[in-house]
């Protein structure tokens, strides 16, 4: 698993990432560290964070990766700049790759963001919107409730699609054109969040824009798999491994079906 691109979030958000990256670079290795244990991260202390996210990249980087994406926004909200100065290999966050799709596909420039407590406390994605557009009208709002819907596999449930309808009433009568997804678990939650939201409201997944990202920084760096090649990936948590591996069949599918995969409960950390 040396040279691994190698993704890290606080559950299982971070395989919409996953998802995307073997869509657009089916040739590259994938490492994926999941924190199922201490997930969510959203509502813990800043400093905890940074230390939880440490811990995890410590750990990824046995493995030699060529490049780590911090898939947790939360994370990259308050760990981002304290990790690329503690490695040597590029480390891409989601939140600017998600505005820059934000504001591309917005017309009015009024924009939501529904992320965890602490994204949304950071304001990191407001900040970032006002520096690429400073005429934007930004409406925040913190959805603690979507992250435990995920990680317990219910985000299909009717219990989901009565939670995120309640949470995003908040939002119904303003005037956004574009909502940002600001945590990577809430793709999953796609479908509930299109019926609460409204069909006029364009939903931003920023994976897409990360993927991208990856690859003009591997390009730029001479380190992009060109030609086709056995790959093996491999899916880390330090929770459930049954559930981890369950959500991640299902959101994954056949992707799985054609690669190796390698599955771990690694020992790793405090609590």
């Known amino acids: 698993m040396q040279h691994a691109i190698a993704v890290l979030d606080s559950g299982v958000g971070g395989l919409t990432v996953v998802k995307e990256l073997m869509r657009q670079l089916p040739q590259e290795n994938i490492l994926y560290f999941g924190d199922t244990a201490r997930a969510p991260y959203g509502s813990r202390p800043a400093e905890q964070i940074k230390r939880f996210t440490i811990e995890v990249v410590d750990y990824l980087l046995q493995y030699q990766p060529k490049l780590i994406v911090i898939a947790c926004n939360t994370a990259t909200a308050f760990a981002l700049e304290d990790i690329r100065q503690y490695v040597t290999v590029p480390v891409i966050g989601v939140i600017h790759s998600g505005v820059k799709a934000a504001i591309a596909h917005s017309r009015s420039g009024v924009i939501g963001v529904i992320g965890t407590e602490g994204t949304i406390k950071?304001?990191?994605?407001?900040?970032?919107?006002?520096?690429?557009?400073?005429?934007?009208?930004?409406?925040?709002?913190?959805?603690?409730?979507?992250?435990?819907?995920?990680?317990?596999?219910?985000?299909?449930?009717?219990?989901?699609?009565?939670?995120?309808?309640d949470s995003l009433l908040a939002l119904r009568n303003r005037a956004i054109d574009t909502l940002i997804l600001g945590c990577t678990h809430y793709p999953f939650l796609s479908g509930p969040i299109r019926k609460g939201i409204g069909d006029g409201v364009e939903l931003i997944n920023s994976a897409e824009a990360v993927v991208k990202e990856v690859k003009e920084i591997m390009m730029a760096n001479d380190e992009l798999v060109v030609q086709n090649q056995?790959?093996?990936?491999?899916?880390?948590?330090?929770?459930?491994?049954?559930?981890?591996?369950?959500?991640?069949?299902?959101?994954?599918?056949?992707?799985?079906?054609?690669?190796?995969?390698?599955?771990?409960?690694?020992?790793?950390?405090s609590q």
């Not at 994605?125 to 219910?154: D, M, T």
């Not at 880390?236 to 992707?255: K, V, Y």
Request: with cysteine.
């Open 122 to 165: 950071s304001e990191a994605y407001e900040r970032e919107i006002k520096l690429h557009l400073p005429s934007a009208e930004v409406i925040s709002l913190a959805c603690q409730s979507f992250v435990p819907l995920v990680e317990s596999g219910n985000n299909n449930s009717k219990e989901a699609y009565l939670i995120v309808e």
């Open 230 to 269: 056995p790959t093996i990936h491999q899916f880390m948590c330090s929770g459930s491994l049954r559930t981890f591996q369950q959500i991640a069949h299902h959101w994954l599918g056949d992707q799985l079906r054609y690669v190796p995969v390698v599955w771990r409960t690694p020992r790793i950390v």
